[in-house]
C-alpha cells in the first residue's frame, strides 16, 4: 500500500509539474506580446513612414495578449496545479506519517492487535489496519483534485528507486536526513531561486519606469518622444504583472520561515531526543500547516488578464 499511495503522489506531483511549466510558458508568451504591442504601437506615432504597418501589428499583438491571458485564466491551468500541488504534498505526507505508524495509523494498528495474543498474527492485524487507514485518508486527498476533474499523470518509481521514498522499515534517522534535511534543502535552493527572480524582474521594471520618465523629460523637448512614455510605463506594469512579485516575496518569507522551523526540530531533537512517531508528527504537522496556509495565498495571487485600461494603454501609441 506504501508504494501505491507513494506512486500516486508522484504521478499527482508530475501532473503538477507539467501544468505550472505549461502556464509559464502561456503567461510568457503573453507577455512578449503585451511588449510587443507596446513597443509597435510606440514606433507607429513616432516614425509616421512606419505607421501603417507597425499600427496593425501593434493592434494584432495587443489582440493575441489579452487572447492569451484570457484563454490561460478561462482554463484554469494556473488553478489546476496549485491545487494539484496541494493534492501530491498530502499524500506525501501521509506516506511518511504511515511509514512511522504515528497519528491515526499508530491508533488503528493498536485497536487491531488488541486482544491477539499470537505476535505474527497482532502484527499482520496492525499492519492491515494501518494500511486500510492509508487507503482511506488518500482517497479523501485525492477527492479534492478528482471532484475538479483532475487525473493525476502517470509517474511509478523507477527500478533505480526514489530515494525519498520512506522505506518499509523507516528509521528515525532515515527520516531525518530523508525527509526533514531534504526539505530544508528545498525551502533553501527555492527560496534563492525566487529571490533572485524578484531581484531581476524588479531591477528590468524599475528600468522600464526609470525609461518612461526620462522620455517623459525629453517629450518636453521633442514630442517625438512622448509615444515612449506609455510604451515604458506599460512594460513597467505587464513585467510586474508577470513576476507576480508579491507571490515570489510570500513565498521567499515562507520558505525562509519553514527552513528555520525543521531546523530548529532537528535542534530540538537533538537536545532532547523524540521517539519516530513524535519526531513524525511534529514534522509533517508543521508541513501540513505551511501546506493550507500556501494553497489560499497561491489561489488568490494568480496572474490576471488584461482589463480593458491596460490594453487601451498598450494601444494609446497606435491611435
Same mark, same amino acid.
Given at each position: 500500500?506504501?508504494?501505491?499511495?507513494?506512486?500516486a503522489?508522484?504521478g499527482?506531483?508530475?501532473?503538477?509539474?507539467?501544468?505550472?511549466? +505549461?502556464?509559464?510558458?502561456?503567461? /510568457? $508568451? =503573453? !507577455?512578449?506580446?503585451? &511588449?510587443?504591442?507596446?513597443?509597435?504601437?510606440a514606433?507607429? #506615432?513616432?516614425?509616421?513612414?512606419?505607421?501603417?504597418?507597425?499600427?496593425?501589428?501593434a493592434?494584432?499583438?495587443?489582440?493575441?495578449?489579452a487572447?492569451l491571458?484570457?484563454?490561460?485564466?478561462g482554463?484554469?491551468?494556473?488553478?489546476?496545479?496549485?491545487q494539484?500541488?496541494?493534492?501530491?504534498e498530502g499524500l506525501?505526507?501521509?506516506?511518511?506519517l504511515?511509514?512511522?505508524?504515528?497519528g491515526?495509523?499508530?491508533?488503528?494498528?493498536?485497536?487491531?492487535?488488541?486482544?491477539?495474543?499470537?505476535?505474527?498474527?497482532a502484527k499482520?492485524?496492525?499492519? +492491515?489496519a494501518?494500511?486500510?487507514? /492509508? $487507503? =482511506? !485518508?488518500s482517497?479523501e &486527498?485525492?477527492?479534492?483534485?478528482?471532484d475538479?476533474?483532475? #487525473?493525476?499523470?502517470?509517474?511509478?518509481?523507477?527500478?533505480?528507486?526514489d530515494k525519498?521514498?520512506?522505506?518499509?522499515?523507516?528509521?528515525k534517522?532515515?527520516?531525518?536526513?530523508?525527509?526533514?534535511?531534504?526539505?530544508?534543502?528545498?525551502?533553501?535552493?527555492a527560496?534563492?531561486?525566487n529571490?533572485?527572480?524578484?531581484d531581476?524582474?524588479?531591477?528590468?521594471?524599475?528600468?522600464?519606469?526609470?525609461?518612461?520618465?526620462?522620455?517623459?523629460?525629453l517629450?518636453?523637448l521633442?514630442?517625438?518622444?512622448?509615444?515612449?512614455?506609455s510604451?515604458m510605463?506599460?512594460l513597467?506594469a505587464?513585467?510586474?504583472?508577470?513576476?507576480l512579485?508579491d507571490?515570489?516575496?510570500?513565498?521567499?518569507?515562507?520558505?525562509?520561515?519553514?527552513?528555520?522551523?525543521?531546523?530548529?526540530i532537528?535542534?530540538?531533537?537533538?537536545?532532547?531526543?523524540?521517539?519516530?512517531?513524535?519526531?513524525?508528527?511534529?514534522?509533517?504537522?508543521?508541513?501540513?500547516?505551511e501546506?493550507?496556509?500556501?494553497?489560499?495565498?497561491m489561489?488568490?495571487?494568480q496572474?490576471?488578464?488584461?482589463?480593458?485600461s491596460?490594453q487601451?494603454?498598450?494601444?494609446?501609441?497606435?491611435?
Open positions: 500500500m506504501l508504494r501505491q499511495t507513494w506512486n503522489y508522484r499527482w506531483a508530475k501532473f503538477a509539474r507539467d501544468q505550472q511549466a +505549461a502556464t509559464q510558458r502561456w503567461n /510568457l $508568451a =503573453a !507577455l512578449l506580446f503585451v &511588449i510587443a504591442a507596446a513597443l509597435l504601437g514606433v507607429s #506615432v513616432a516614425l509616421p513612414d512606419w505607421r501603417a504597418g507597425a499600427a496593425l501589428l493592434a494584432l499583438a495587443s489582440a493575441v495578449a487572447f491571458g484570457r484563454q490561460i485564466v482554463a484554469g491551468d494556473e488553478q489546476k496545479w496549485i494539484v500541488r496541494a493534492t501530491a506525501k505526507s501521509e506516506c511518511y504511515y511509514g512511522a505508524r504515528a491515526a495509523y499508530g491508533a488503528a494498528a493498536a485497536d487491531a492487535a488488541k486482544g491477539i495474543a499470537d505476535p505474527a498474527a499482520a492485524a496492525a499492519d +492491515a494501518a494500511a486500510r487507514k /492509508l $487507503a =482511506a !485518508l482517497r &486527498i485525492v477527492k479534492q483534485a478528482t475538479k476533474g483532475l #487525473v493525476r499523470a502517470d509517474n511509478p518509481v523507477p527500478d533505480s528507486g525519498r521514498e520512506p522505506p518499509a522499515s523507516m528509521t534517522d532515515w527520516y531525518k536526513t530523508g525527509r526533514i534535511q531534504d526539505q530544508i534543502d528545498y525551502y533553501r535552493e527560496r534563492q531561486k529571490q533572485e527572480a524578484a531581476n524582474l524588479w531591477w528590468l521594471a524599475f528600468a522600464s519606469g526609470l525609461a518612461a520618465i526620462v522620455f517623459g523629460g517629450g518636453a521633442a514630442q517625438r518622444f512622448a509615444p515612449w512614455i510604451a510605463t506599460t513597467a505587464a513585467i510586474a504583472g508577470y513576476g512579485i507571490r515570489r516575496k510570500y513565498l521567499i518569507s515562507s520558505y525562509f520561515a519553514m527552513q528555520s522551523s525543521l531546523e530548529q532537528l535542534g530540538l531533537d537533538a537536545e532532547a531526543p523524540m521517539n519516530l512517531a513524535d519526531l513524525v508528527t511534529t514534522t509533517e504537522d508543521l508541513l501540513d500547516g501546506h493550507k496556509a500556501w494553497l489560499p495565498q489561489l488568490a495571487m496572474h490576471q488578464p488584461q482589463d480593458k491596460q487601451q494603454a498598450v494601444g494609446q501609441g497606435s491611435a
